[in-house]
């Protein structure tokens, strides 16, 4: 009882702050402080920084026809301005918004293309650009705007006529002073840095004083110290952050050098330990690996930015700061979380998974984690971030973590991690050849007394992946048959990999390019159940999982492990 009135204590706390996030927004955005953010127009866009996402010249076709394919949703104008279409998805909106998908002009190279845009930019401007209001004015979504404006200037300002290039200077000055208002009152998270990073590229694109370039790198480099941890990821424990916000401190890095201004050093720290904690979250086929919030790769993209790490080298093994684990032997990876819930206020995509892991030999992928889809129903994201959702072990059908669900709630904060292991242990083992770790979480504790540790190892041939779960009191002590000991281990299969039974009766994992496991359930007769991945490129795909079921008071230690044997 105790650990639900300290989480609704926690939820409510979240709620309060973000009414006085808004209620702050609603006051600095009224009729009365918009003089706040009028002044100086900049003469002229000194220098466009390079944007390093994917361009596809279709899709600036696409958009030329009144096609809109953002956010995973397509949206036909039928003629009329997207600006003024009525769409209920956010993230399509928010997409429309941040004005990215002004690359794929750039990348069209014509004069349609750039007409287009200047287009597309002057209906923005005088819809939206007086109005400070909506989706259009949400901090996160400017700080997307600014960049993409700043990046792709060259193809806007096209042709453009001075009328044009002064309306455009002039609302990216009032998009500039209004973030710079805003940032501070962001909450935690890539959304607040990314409004640095922006103002950080306003500063070094546009003439300003000394003064502006000096304030942005200071905000920008106490942001950095903040969010990247020692070891190269982001606080919210989410690969995809790390991806997200390399994206764009990479082409802020090489700005400051084409400014012949010297990258603060913060900003050059950061971006050389996230190289290769990118690198420590992808298995051997480019794949990230699937924890709090990752969905599908997009590969050119990793490949895109890894084309700038100079650290080169194997990926780390170790990543205590960030919590996780990498197991790296003769072709087989397995990356296993072994952390604490991230703080609440970055957790809003964070998973229940704690002491999940995934398995990959050569470039198949055979014990997965369910993943998120990326732009498919919110529906479908509770089950994604559920326990039941990872290779791991459930305790009586439930959760490590507790999330919520409210609707009235989500609608203010989303839906946070509110609770979850408070003490995750975790220790590093590398011997005779061998590598794994053992760690343990209390998760499980609050509600059942029950504390889950899990030792994994890696043989140096790559061939045996042995693990050992173990269920106890806290303390050590045995667990009693009260009834509320029930425990599930679950290993999800790639849909990929063919699963059958051989003439011993046991299960075989085949994968596509013909490597094959087997598991030895230690004992337990394994069950086939129906599963889902939700991190498909195409949304989500049938799968199965694994399922070894025992009473934690008369099996408190569980034993398995995978054996391959090599294709040929």
Not at 408 to 431: F, K, N, Y
């Amino acid at each position: 009882m105790a650990g639900t009135a300290s989480n609704t204590t926690r939820l409510w706390a979240l709620v309060g702050r973000e009414f006085w996030r808004k209620a702050r927004r609603r006051l600095r955005t009224g009729p009365v402080y918009h003089w706040r953010f009028s002044g100086r127009v900049p003469e002229r866009v000194l220098i466009a920084p390079p944007d390093l996402r994917l361009a596809d010249p279709q899709i600036a076709l696409e958009i030329y026809y009144g096609r809109f394919p953002l956010s995973g949703h397509l949206v036909e104008t039928g003629g009329q301005s997207p600006f003024q279409i009525p769409v209920t998805d956010r993230g399509w909106q928010k997409s429309l918004h941040g004005f990215r998908w002004l690359r794929h002009m750039r990348a069209a190279g014509t004069d349609l293309a750039a007409a287009n845009a200047r287009a597309l930019v002057s209906d923005w401007i005088a819809i939206h650009g007086s109005r400070i209001s909506g989706v259009s004015w949400e901090p996160a979504v400017v700080a997307k705007r600014i960049i993409a404006l700043l990046q792709h200037s060259s193809v806007v300002l096209q042709g453009a006529d001075f009328p044009f290039y002064r309306s455009y200077l002039k609302s990216l000055a009032v998009q500039i002073r209004y973030l710079r208002s805003m940032a501070g009152e962001m909450p935690d998270g890539k959304h607040r840095l990314r409004a640095r990073i922006a103002l950080a590229f306003a500063a070094l694109s546009l003439p300003a004083p000394p003064s502006a370039l000096r304030n942005a790198t200071r905000h920008l480099c106490e942001e950095l110290e903040y969010q990247i941890l020692p070891d190269g990821g982001h606080i919210s424990r989410n690969p995809m952050a790390v991806v997200e916000l390399l994206a764009d401190l990479l082409p802020l890095r090489q700005t400051y050098a084409n400014q012949a201004e010297a990258p603060p050093p913060e900003l050059v720290g950061a971006v050389e330990r996230m190289l290769p904690a990118l690198r420590f979250f992808r298995h051997q086929d480019g794949s990230l690996a699937r924890f709090n919030g990752m969905g599908a790769t997009i590969h050119d993209r990793i490949a895109a930015i890894l084309r700038h790490d100079d650290t080169g080298g194997a990926p780390l093994l170790h990543a205590p700061y960030s919590g996780y684990e990498r197991l790296s032997q003769a072709g087989t990876t397995v990356i296993a979380d072994t952390g604490r819930p991230p703080p609440p206020d970055v957790s809003a995509d964070a998973h229940a998974g704690c002491l999940s892991f995934e398995m990959s030999s050569g470039r198949d992928h055979f014990i997965v984690n369910a993943g998120v889809d990326t732009y498919g129903a919110a529906d479908f994201r509770p089950l994604g971030r559920a326990t039941a959702a990872h290779s791991t072990a459930t305790v009586n059908d439930t959760s490590s973590a507790r999330f919520n669900h409210s609707g009235r709630v989500a609608g203010i904060i989303g839906s946070p991690l509110v609770g979850g292991p408070a003490e995750v242990t975790c220790r590093r083992i590398d011997e005779a050849g061998i590598q794994g770790f053992v760690a343990s979480h209390d998760g499980y504790v609050p509600s059942f007394g029950i504390v889950h540790e899990r030792a994994l190892s890696l043989s140096a041939d790559g061939s045996l992946l042995a693990g050992t779960d173990r269920f106890f009191r806290p303390g050590g002590a045995r667990i009693g048959n009260d009834g509320r000991d029930f425990i599930a281990l679950r290993f999800h299969v790639h849909p990929d990999v063919e699963l059958f039974r051989d003439r011993e009766d046991r299960l075989v994992l085949a994968g596509p390019r013909g490597d094959v496991w087997t598991l030895d359930s230690g004992g337990i007769e394994p069950s086939v159940e129906e599963s889902i991945f939700f991190a498909g490129l195409g949304g989500p795909r049938r799968s199965r999982q694994i399922v070894l079921s025992a009473k934690a008071s008369e099996q408190p230690s569980i034993n398995w492990r995978f054996a391959r044997r090599r294709a040929g």
